[in-house]
């Protein structure tokens, strides 16, 4: 498992660095090593990377499978810790798809998860504490910021 997160790591330094094919094979890679040792939630999170990865290149038949197998599991397993970030990246592919993927739900069911699940994480802080956890953290704006562009509230 430790080399697939390995493997998962440098293709998150290579997507950081705009090096797009090369960090997709490192997560090809880390996809395999994780899936051979039955690592099913750091497959999870390396499906997310890869999505990620499809959706900046505009690989849209390459979504299809890699979206289906994240919901399957997520429909399936105890819900991750960081789960919000494995939804928002459903949310974004099937935004993109625009059209109903075999296993998944609604675009806006994720979109709704990540973003009440952020919000639930936030309860507790101190109001400038909340304020860094919702807007420093890149994934996080991105989730508050697609929440707030679909008219979405947070549940009591």
Known sequence: VALGDAERLLGRIQ?????????????????????????HQATAFTRAGLIRIELSQDRQEELVPLVRDLATF??????????ERLDF?????????QGPVEGAREPLFYLRRAYQRLMDKT?????????R????IPDHEAIVGAATKEGLSVEP
Do not use: C, I
């Open 133 to 136: 956890f919702l807007f420093r």
């Open 15 to 39: 997507a950081h660095r705009r090096r797009l094919d090369v960090a997709r094979k490192h997560f090809l890679t880390a996809l395999d090593l994780h899936l051979r040792n039955e690592a």
């Open 74 to 83: 997520l429909e399936r397993s105890h819900y991750p810790e960081l789960g």
């Open 123 to 131: 309860g507790h802080l101190a109001p400038d504490m909340r304020s």
């Open 89 to 97: 990246q459903l949310y974004q592919a099937l935004k993109r798809l």
